[in-house]
């Protein structure tokens, strides 16, 4: 299935809607403007397996460029629109992209670059075009709308958010099918219920794993997409109600957000139409979870997974209900729960979860990471921490970096923060370990309040007084900071290394 099939079929069906304009893209038009991009792509001598680099807000002509590339079996990464000068540079030479493709609202990122990413061969830009790039809307206007004569299946390669570094680049094969005729399991209709009904909702950045990934295969198989330029709590609920919303992926800190609106605002949409909410990217602390069930009703599904997809683990509401805090079971692989010399532990033991039977993968250019994510026995890791209970269930515990070591004793962090996110005065909260000559470590919490004018000593002690009262007080911060924003990506992750780092530094180390 692909849409050029949708499209012959039904040629004005709806392929995606960009939420704020209104601004209607139908499959007959994907599928023209993704056959001329494939074209262009074979006229400058581009093959199977070689790359391109796209770096774009969420926008119309997304789809258009990564469905050219999909049919012309090349290798396509989006980029953090977000990402700044440095960190864009990396990622383009690291791909080793030949075609670059962007917009006029990034110039003020790109420009700078022209001499820094030497093999690039050809520069286009989307809405306008400065010096040393061309217009992408002429470029592909003389390129003919039907099929290339040598369509090939190719493949995203992304990049990791890079909260620990430089984002690694996740280097899948090629499927090695015909494109079109890649036998690719329906997920959205075996898992979700998903049919070609079915209207989802796309609330987060393109070119992240998780909405990209979704997005794709909902375009794949005759889903429409109502695509969010930016989210915004409110907004999002009033276009569940506007585009009758049937399938939608979150964050934890949407949830946060639309929760944390006025009763008023949220009662004043129309949400029935909901009959699928998954979310991922970060653990989500269990009362916002049983708000959202309670508010949504049990159609909030949850997976566990990452770009490296080398395993899926999944549940629903009734599982969820019955396992409170999980992630679900695997569906794809097996997990192996395992301490730091690689034995396997029993349930309810904390380790490093690694996958088997999942799927291969490799860190692009990057042996030494590469070889870090591998078990002895082969199994591959994302390097998070969590446990199985009796049932098989997975339970995410945090990231292994995150882990504090204070007084030998190992804190992971993320307990805390889940603590903290339930109080009413906090919007976002980023807890992690600073110096301490005595203990090594200490907690620390830097938070975001509803409102910066609370912000202070008063509101420091009222909030760790509230997480003692669920917590061990050596899990809770000894010390709280106020911010008016958190370093957090509009995925759902959280920069805590550049916190952290900042306060390490700040005392000499």
């Not at 794949?220 to 585009?243: D, S, T, W």
């Not at 909030?300 to 990452?306: F, H, R, T, V, W």
Request: proline fraction near 7%.
């Amino acid at each position: 299935m692909h849409p050029g099939i949708i499209a012959d079929k039904h040629p004005h069906k709806t392929a995606y809607v960009m939420a704020d304009s209104g601004e209607v893209i139908t499959f007959a038009g994907l599928e023209r403007a993704a056959n001329q991009g494939a074209h262009l792509f074979r006229q400058l001598g581009l093959k199977r397996g070689d790359h391109i680099a796209l770096l774009l807000e969420n926008h119309p002509r997304f789809f258009q460029i990564c469905w050219a590339a999909q049919r012309a079996g090349l290798y396509y990464t989006p980029i953090s629109w977000r990402l700044q000068q440095q960190e864009v540079e990396y990622i383009v030479n690291n791909c080793e992209a030949q075609v670059f493709i962007t917009s006029v609202g990034r110039k003020e990122v790109v420009q700078p670059l022209m001499d820094k990413m030497p093999g690039v061969a050809h520069r286009y830009m989307i809405d306008g075009a400065i010096a040393g790039y061309q217009a992408w809307e002429e470029a592909i206007a003389a390129m003919p709308e039907t099929p290339i004569e040598d369509p090939a299946e190719g493949q995203s390669m992304l990049y990791s958010s890079g909260t620990t570094g430089y984002p690694k680049g996740v280097k899948k094969p090629l499927p090695e099918a015909a494109y079109g005729e890649l036998d690719l399991p329906n997920y959205l209709s075996a898992l979700y219920g998903a049919d070609d009904n079915s209207i989802y909702l796309s609330p987060a950045p393109l070119y992240h794993a998780a909405p990209l990934g979704f997005t794709m295969s909902c375009l794949r198989n005759g889903v429409e997409v109502v695509v969010m330029e930016h989210f915004e709590a409110e907004m999002a609920l009033r276009y569940i109600e506007q585009y009758q919303i049937t399938h939608s992926q979150w964050v934890p800190t949407m949830f946060v957000r639309m929760l944390k609106l006025p009763e008023e605002v949220r009662t004043r949409y129309d949400v029935s139409a909901l009959r699928c909410a998954i979310h991922a990217a970060a653990p989500c602390p269990i009362p916002v979870k049983e708000e959202m069930i309670e508010w949504w009703g049990p159609v909030i599904y949850e997976y566990y997974a990452g770009t490296e997809g080398n395993g899926f683990v999944q549940l629903d509401s009734r599982e969820w209900l019955a396992h409170k805090g999980s992630v679900g079971r695997p569906l794809n692989c097996e997990l192996h729960i395992c301490d730091d010399e690689g034995q396997e532990l029993p349930a309810d033991e904390p380790g490093t979860i690694y996958f088997s039977g999942g799927g291969q993968f490799e860190y692009h250019k990057d042996a030494e990471k590469t070889a870090g994510s591998r078990h002895p026995k082969g199994w591959t890791t994302l390097g998070d921490v969590g446990y199985l209970d009796e049932d098989g269930y997975l339970y995410l515990t945090d990231r292994k970096h995150f882990m504090i070591i204070s007084g030998g004793v190992n804190i992971y962090p993320q307990e805390a923060e889940n603590a903290l996110i339930t109080h009413p005065a906090v919007i976002d909260v980023a807890v992690f370990g600073v110096p301490n000559e005595e203990f090594g470590e200490e907690v620390k919490a830097v938070v975001q309040p509803r409102d910066m004018a609370e912000a202070g000593p008063e509101l420091a002690v009222q909030l760790m007084d509230y997480c003692r009262e669920q917590l061990s007080h050596i899990k809770c911060p000894r010390s709280i900071d106020f911010r008016e924003e958190l370093p957090r990506h509009p995925t759902g992750k959280l920069y805590k290394r550049l916190l952290k780092d900042e306060y390490w530094r700040n005392a000499g180390l």
